[in-house]
């Protein structure tokens, strides 16, 4: 039997070193998800992020993963990417790498 996969449904933190840096990757619920609306997401997204901010932790890039299946970035990817713009300001956007995941 096929195990069922698994899929992120809150916002979480996981955290390593390499070298001298200090490394927070941050998992969030897919956008178009099937438990939560991209409202929900944000919102969620934006209180991490809040309260990290509090404690001096500074957002320094994102990694936005895309499914190579979407031969396109649809209207709501693209709103998404509006979304992160007004989310965290237009400086460290220069820091998103768009992605692409589901390689066969």
Request: with cysteine; proline share 3%.
């Amino acid at each position: 039997m096929a195990s069922k996969p698994v899929c992120t449904q809150k916002v979480m933190a996981y955290q390593f070193s390499t070298g001298e840096y200090n490394v927070v990757l941050v998992d969030t619920p897919g956008f178009s998800d099937t438990y939560s609306s991209d409202t929900e997401i944000l919102l969620d997204l934006a209180r991490w992020l809040e309260v990290t901010y509090r404690q001096d932790a500074k957002l320094t890039g994102i990694i936005y993963l895309h499914r190579i299946t979407d031969v396109r970035m649809d209207g709501g990817v693209m709103r998404n990417l509006k979304m992160f713009r007004k989310l965290c300001g237009d400086q460290p956007m220069k820091n998103i790498i768009i992605t692409s995941t589901f390689w066969a």
